[in-house]
């Protein structure tokens, strides 16, 4: 621990200095008796004051955690030379809040082992890490003070909340593995199909004994199959609007969470592309694993600057799969995100677009010309909305005040009624 | 009239948390004390437990507009109470000692000269105190 002198520690010393010297000066021994307490504590501070000896060691009650939830970090203190006072501070960083308590902490470090519970709220979801502890030791009369910073972090995942969601959007195609959604085509599932005559081969259980006795022949009952889908999620990371824990990206990460949580538990096989200053893909897979991978990804997940010109032409064929739907989730303020997202269209994808509405993070118009211009830039982003529905591809918009069901049943109300057209 | 100055300053030091107003205002009641002290023709014998009261005063005042420091736990409180009254306690029991000592010694040359000494030596501690401090200030990040 390094010592430092507090300036209460000079002025004790300079009180007593002045009243020596008035005493001298008017031979009033009663001003050496008022010196003597001022003078005798520094000096004793000084001789007789010890660095105290702490190692310090930080654990979290879990290593993930959902936005807004609360969670312990105890600071475990091994003190080998106590301390009248100590302050123990735990850093804590933006996104990361005191929940309870108090930070920092005075405690009388007395020797052997101590622990602090610090209970801490994760405000924003991230990748974090918690554990920077600064120590702080006095003398009894705060004279002197020893300072030493204990590095003893260790990661902490924040997870974005999820949105309640109860319907989710059907692929336009299944894929060739069993899962939950019912497939055009006709093959062995439970839900009724159609009838057709028997043909040889077939299975009696699948003869339809009622519409065989109606005609006089044979038929069989056809069921169409149950299958998985793939779900590509595509996120566009150009720009965002906001503050940080209220803006269109944190939106996106929690739409992209909340879908990647739900179609992977009804076995689709999701992957994920984030597309802007860096372009990141995960291939198409199922399980809990793939959540964790895809939840890791959106915590790395950040608006990035950069000049490289890149098209959605560097993806690797398996991360965009044939048939795939292909859900984006984007603010469209940068043109290369819309850009991108026509080409995929272009490309034939089965594509649908959540758009994360910025309107409200965008700042209020407070003269004539901005509002203006805050009203020519929204028919703009009216004039692309449109640009998206002749290319055949829904647009939901999405903000904080409506649910993302809400949006979601908006696209299923489109894709319902408008035949899938091929640019 | 130093005396209300000094009421002042400690008001000052505690609405606005400086501790160097606490000190001040201190000095200013010290000055107050020597002008008493200056109408009188004998020794004070009060004058240990005003070291006592000023002591207290300062150190209370210290700890009331600290700032910097965390929320203490209730021992270090206690603690607290206990180091500053076992100080004021000390400080009149030393207080009487060297008022019992300057009235048994004869007042003359060779104990001015003691004093003009001890005088020296605390002024060159203040000085070296600040010279490290700002050493070490160097130090800080």
């Not at chain 1, 735990?90 to 101590?114: K, N």
């Not at chain 1, 409506?402 to 979601?408: K, T, V």
């Amino acid at each position: 621990m390094t010592r430092f002198f507090e300036p209460k520690l000079f002025r004790y010393t300079a009180l007593a200095a002045v009243a020596l010297l008035a005493a001298l000066a008017t031979r009033l021994p009663e001003l050496v008796v008022l010196a003597a307490p001022f003078a005798l504590v520094p000096a004793l501070a000084v001789l007789l004051s010890r660095a105290p000896s702490v190692s310090v060691s930080v654990q979290l009650e879990r290593d993930r955690a959902l936005e807004g939830e609360d969670l312990d970090v105890t600071v475990m203190l091994r003190i080998d030379r106590p301390a009248d006072r100590l302050d123990v501070l735990l850093e804590l960083p933006a996104g990361v809040s005191l929940a309870d308590g108090h930070d920092p902490l005075t405690i009388r470090a007395a020797r052997g082992r101590r622990s602090l519970v610090f209970r801490v709220r994760c405000d924003r979801w991230g990748a974090y890490k918690l554990g920077r502890i600064r120590l702080r030791a006095r003398d009894p009369f705060a004279l002197l003070r020893w300072e030493q910073t204990a590095d003893c972090r260790v990661p902490l995942k924040v997870y974005p909340s999820e949105e309640a969601v109860r319907d989710l959007l059907r692929p336009i195609e299944t894929q060739v593995y069993s899962g939950n959604h019912v497939s055009r085509q006709k093959s062995e599932g439970i839900e009724f199909a159609d009838l057709r005559p028997f043909v040889p081969g077939d299975r009696v259980r699948r003869v339809n004994w009622r519409a065989s006795a109606r005609r006089g022949e044979l038929w069989v009952n056809e069921h169409h199959a149950e299958r998985n889908a793939d779900v590509v999620l595509f996120l566009d990371s150009f720009a965002e609007i906001g503050v940080p824990g209220a803006s269109t990206l944190d939106l996106a990460l929690r739409a992209a969470g909340t879908l990647t949580a739900r179609y992977l538990r009804q076995k689709d096989r999701v992957g994920f592309v984030t597309f802007g200053g860096t372009l990141n893909w995960l291939l198409p897979a199922t399980g809990a694993v793939q959540l964790y991978r895809i939840v890791d990804a959106l915590l790395d997940t950040q608006i990035r600057l950069n000049y490289v010109w890149r098209d959605i032409d560097v993806l690797p064929r398996r991360s965009l799969p044939p048939q795939a739907l292909v859900l984006a989730l984007s603010p469209l303020l940068h043109p290369r995100g819309a850009d991108a997202l026509l080409d995929l269209r272009g490309r034939g994808f089965d594509l649908v677009l959540v758009e994360i509405s910025p309107l409200p993070f965008a700042p209020i118009a407070k003269s004539a010309a901005a509002e203006t211009a805050q009203r020519i830039w929204r028919l703009r982003r009216e004039a692309l909305r449109g640009r998206f529905e002749r290319a055949g591809v829904p647009v939901a918009v999405w903000d904080n005040e409506r649910s993302l069901a809400a949006a979601l049943e908006e696209v299923s109300a489109f894709r319902r009624h408008a035949r899938l057209s091929r640019v | 009239m130093l005396a209300a100055c000094a009421v002042a300053f400690l008001a000052l030091g505690a609405l606005r948390s400086a501790p160097a107003f606490v000190a001040c205002g201190v000095l200013l009641f010290g000055a107050e004390y020597a002008t008493f002290l200056r109408s009188r023709s004998e020794v004070d014998r009060w004058a240990p437990l005003v070291a006592a009261a000023l002591f207290l005063v300062v150190e209370l005042g210290y700890r009331a507009v600290e700032r910097d420091g965390g929320q203490p736990e209730g021992a270090v409180r206690r603690r607290d109470v206990a180091t500053v009254l076992a100080a004021a306690l000390a400080s009149v029991g030393l207080g009487g000692l060297l008022l019992a000592a300057a009235g048994g010694a004869d007042a003359g040359l060779g104990l001015e000269a003691v004093g003009a000494v001890s005088a020296v030596l605390v002024i060159g501690t203040v000085v070296g105190l600040v010279a490290r401090s700002r050493d070490q200030a160097q130090l800080e990040p």
